[in-house]
Structures are given as C-alpha cells and as structure tokens.
C-alpha cells in the first residue's frame, strides 16, 4: 500500500520554463512534507519542505503547495533551470504509536532541456 | 569534507556471505537512519537509532542488524546476504526537532 504517491516518472521542460512535481498521499496522520532532489551517484539533498498548518512555502525559484482536503502536494520550479535536471522524491512524515515515520514517494526525473 | 560519509562505496559479494556497511556523521545529529532504494521504489527505511542506547526496526528490518556503536557512527549489516538485497543503500543523519534529514552518498551493494 503505497502511502505516498508521485504518479508521473518523468518530466521534461523547456529552460526558462515552469516545472510542476505532483504528489498525492493517503495517510491523514501525515504532518510535514519534504522535497528532496537526487543526482546520479549522489544521495538525496533537502529541497524544501511545508508543515501541514501551512497552505504554500516559497524558497528562491522553489515554491511547494500543499492541499490538505485533496491530501495532494506540487513543487513548482520557476524558472526551470538545465541544473535542476535531477530525480525529486517527495516524502511525508509522521509520528505513529510512538514510532517516527517518514514515507518516500518513488521519485520522477525531471529534465530541464537548454 | 562530507558531513555524513558512507563506506564503502561500491561492494559486490556472494550469497551466504556476511556484509557491513559503515556509515559516519560529523553534523552531531543524534538521530541516524538506514535506507534502501531499489530501482523504481522509494527509500525504505529498515532502521533509525535516537542516540547510542536507541535501535528501532524500520519498514524493511529483516534480513538486517544494526549498531550504533557511537554517536557518529551507525552501521549496517546483512549477516548472510542473499540477491534481493542487491539495492542503494543511504544513511542519513537528523537533528531533534527539525524534520529534515541530511543523507549520505550511497553505497551500492551487488549480492550474486
């Protein structure tokens, strides 16, 4: 039971661009939402991340929005950049009888194209 | 330096055969995580520890140990390794209080 969804794999965008990662989740106890981004040979590095008290948290280029009665969140990138060319996970955390959780969706690569 | 290393990089081994990896953080995070990613799948985590007297069993903790054997240092091992554990695995590293984790570089395991 995939708790933590990112439906597309992939996404490819023109330089200059909007680039726009969706993750849905289906867990209600879900209370902080995280974005990290993933190079080849690399591990994944924190992006940007939002409280469920909160609607949109905006860093930079960076801006995530989170829809709690849809249980659905986006990552917008703007404007898209070829550097951004990376796999993104979204992931979701949680404390649950006493055990920390932090669930990872499967990840979309995006390429950002010159 | 890399705040959180991870050794060894690169391991290929055989069925039946005893492997730990080695994971080191310089950040002073008390919290510390192991993961698993498999070729279109999430991370999975399998264990975290809370500090040196703290191991808590993850999503996928069978067929793994761990030890925590100071605060900078968490490893992982596998005690008889079998191919489905062929994956990326990642360490990663959190400070209390703050919901961010900072990950290592992977290591990538090959069980033939």
Same mark, same amino acid.
């Given at each position: !039971? ?26 209600? &106890? ?6 990290? /981004? /993933? ?15 909160? !609607? ?51 990840? &979309? /690569? ?5 | ?6 050794? $060894? ?21 008390? +919290?510390?995580?192991?993961? +698993?990613?498999? $070729? @279109? ?16 069993? @993850?999503?996928?903790?069978? @067929? ?16 008889? *390794?079998? $191919?489905?554990?062929? *994956? ?7 400070? *209390? ?7 290592? $570089? ?7």
């Amino acid at each position: !039971d995939q708790q933590v969804k990112q439906n597309s794999p992939s996404l490819s965008v023109q330089e200059g661009r909007i680039s726009i990662l969706n993750c849905d989740y289906t867990n209600s &106890m879900f209370d902080y939402f995280l974005w990290y /981004k /993933k190079y080849p040979a690399e591990g994944p590095t924190f992006l940007i991340s939002i409280s469920s008290i909160k !609607d949109k948290n905006e860093d930079g280029r960076f801006t995530v929005f989170l829809n709690k009665s849809a249980k659905h969140l986006s990552l917008h990138i703007v404007p898209s950049q070829p550097g951004d060319s990376a796999v993104y996970f979204c992931a979701a955390s949680a404390v649950e009888g006493g055990s920390e959780k932090l669930v990872f969706g499967k990840g &979309m /690569k995006l390429t950002v194209n010159p | 330096d890399a705040d959180v290393t991870q050794t $060894p990089r690169n391991r290929i081994t055989k069925t039946g055969k005893r492997i730990m990896l080695e994971c080191s953080q310089t950040k002073g995070h008390d +919290r510390m995580y192991w993961y +698993r990613q498999d $070729p @279109g799948l999430g991370l999975r985590l399998i264990y975290y520890s809370f500090d040196v007297k703290d191991i808590n069993k @993850g999503e996928i903790s069978d @067929g793994y140990s761990v030890s925590r054997q100071a605060q900078a240092k968490f490893s992982l091992s596998l005690e008889s *390794a079998i $191919p489905n554990q062929t *994956a990326l695995y990642f360490c990663a590293t959190r400070d *209390a209080g703050v919901h961010e984790q900072f990950f290592g $570089p992977g290591t990538r395991l090959t069980v033939l």
